[in-house]
């Protein structure tokens, strides 16, 4: 059974993103840009909500080509175009860059991807994740908490049906007084 997690940048108050899709506040350090370049060299498969998916996918394809380019987003920037994905969206037609669309069940094909063989996947878009999370599919969650308060926009965590014991896994902490927790899903 493949492992499934769930990792993003997130305010101190529990955003992913303020309003506005606003994302400037979790411009990361080079050590934690390092830290999710590895994360992604590690990853199986990516599976991606739209909004997520377009932002990456507009930016990534080609950031190795960019004359301002340092070394880490060239990497970066191959690491993203190699690594697997699974797209899921009703709304799109196509994908590119070693991805699929998924316009069916999220989360039946997401239990299908976790029962077959492989690397680990990561899971990103907060309304996927949401519906991962409710469906108990996540086994880690990463949080990269940055030090600002952006007062709303879009949560880290959704609404449950039930509780989700944790076990931490790891913490770390990186330049910026930004604190990476994880945790593993106890079952």
């Known amino acids: 059974m493949r492992k499934l997690a769930f990792g993003m940048n ?13 994302i400037a506040w979790s411009t990361p350090s080079d050590e934690l840009f390092q830290w999710w370049s590895d994360r992604v060299g590690a990853t199986g498969l990516a599976l991606y909500g739209r909004k997520l998916w377009e932002t990456m996918s507009s930016h990534w394809p080609t950031a190795d080509q960019q004359p301002d ?5 060239v990497e970066f920037a191959h690491r993203w175009r ?9 709304t799109i037609s196509a994908v590119d860059w070693n991805a699929r669309l998924v316009s069916s ?3 039946a094909e997401i239990t299908r991807l976790k029962d077959g063989d492989g ?10 994740a949401a519906a991962a999370m409710r469906a108990g599919l996540i086994d880690e969650y990463a949080v ?11 949560p880290f965590f959704t609404a449950l049906d039930n509780w989700v014991n944790l076990a931490l896994v790891e913490t770390r902490t990186f330049p910026g007084g930004v604190f990476l927790t994880r945790y593993g899903a106890r079952r």
């Open 10 to 22: 997130v305010s101190l108050d529990g955003y992913i993103a303020a309003p506005g899709d606003d």
């Open 144 to 154: 990269v908490t940055h030090p600002v308060l952006v007062g709303g926009g879009t």
């Open 69 to 73: 380019a340092t070394p880490a987003q």
């Open 105 to 107: 069940d999220a989360v």
């Open 82 to 90: 190699d690594m697997p994905k699974v797209v899921f969206s009703s």
């Open 119 to 128: 690397g680990p996947m990561d899971i990103g878009g907060a309304t996927l």
